[in-house]
């Protein structure tokens, strides 16, 4: 891969937050504003392979979309994941954000310092 890709919302500070960090580093990336540029429900399902995550550990379901469609009360299981994945296909503002996909492949939510941190050295191994 070689670089590193970030999905980010501009009004969020984490988001960059996440950006001068790898900015500081040098590192090699290209921005996704997913709020415009929005992920198909394939790549939803490929980034949470990278994350080792399901859907509902990366939606924001404090969002007023989250509780217009009752997120709360969706089975967490594998029956219901493709239906929390058509929502946040169909609702990006509900994607947990910044997620960043790091050189090796992998994946993680870059909300902490460390978590940036984290992505740009696996891209250094």
């Known amino acids: 891969m070689g670089r590193m890709e970030i999905w980010i919302n501009p009004a969020c500070s984490k988001c960059r937050s996440a950006i ?3 900015d500081a580093e040098g590192a090699d990336y290209t921005v996704r504003r997913y709020l415009e540029d929005v992920p198909s429900e394939d790549e939803i399902r490929a980034v949470l ?13 404090q969002e007023t979309e989250a509780k217009e469609l009752g997120l709360k009360d969706w089975p967490r299981d594998a029956s219901a994941r493709d239906r929390w994945i058509a929502a946040l296909a169909g609702h990006p503002r509900l994607i947990q954000r910044p997620i960043i996909t790091a050189d090796d492949g992998t994946a993680l ?5 460390e978590a940036v941190t ?3 050295s696996r891209g250094k191994s």
């Open 20 to 22: 001068s960090l790898l």
């Open 49 to 61: 392979g990278r994350l080792g995550l399901e859907p509902w550990d990366i939606t924001r379901t």
């Open 118 to 120: 984290e992505a740009i």
């Open 109 to 113: 939510v870059g909300r902490t310092e």
